[in-house]
């Protein structure tokens, strides 16, 4: 079992950056591949970024390539999202996300995740 909890979030202007903070809890965090994804109001829950266990290999969306940055660190049980250039059309609520089992990265299934955190809010105004 793993426990997810997001902070960072809130309400910034176009431009701006943020950094997202996903603690976990449980003792399989370190092999654990975590994700991040969002939802629009209105709008399913999408992919953002992934990264394998061991913070070797990493993945993102189109959208946010060379924008955001993916990150872990295993000793503080926590996994980052550094979110730079903000635009509007990334306001959503950010969630994180962990797998039980190993998988490909570059799969955007959020049915691939099996352990959720309960949210962050993202607002970016113009």
């Known amino acids: 079992q793993v426990q997810l909890v997001e902070s960072g979030g809130g309400l910034v202007q176009a431009g701006d950056s943020l950094r997202l903070s996903c603690a976990a809890s449980g003792r399989t965090f370190g092999s654990s591949d975590m994700g991040w994804f969002r939802q629009a109001p209105g709008e399913e829950r999408e992919f953002v970024a992934a990264?394998?266990?061991?913070?070797?290999?990493?993945y993102y969306a189109d959208s946010v390539k060379g924008r955001f940055t993916i990150s872990r660190d295993n000793a503080k049980r926590t996994v980052y999202l550094q979110m730079n250039s903000l635009k509007p059309e990334d306001t959503a609520v950010y969630y994180c996300?962990?797998?039980?089992?190993?998988?490909?990265?570059?799969?955007?299934?959020?049915?691939?995740?099996?352990?959720w955190g309960q949210g962050t809010q993202v607002t970016v105004s113009s």
């Open positions: 990264i394998s266990w061991g913070g070797a290999s990493t």
């Open positions: 996300a962990a797998a039980s089992s190993r998988l490909d990265i570059r799969v955007k299934d959020e049915d691939e995740y099996d352990y």
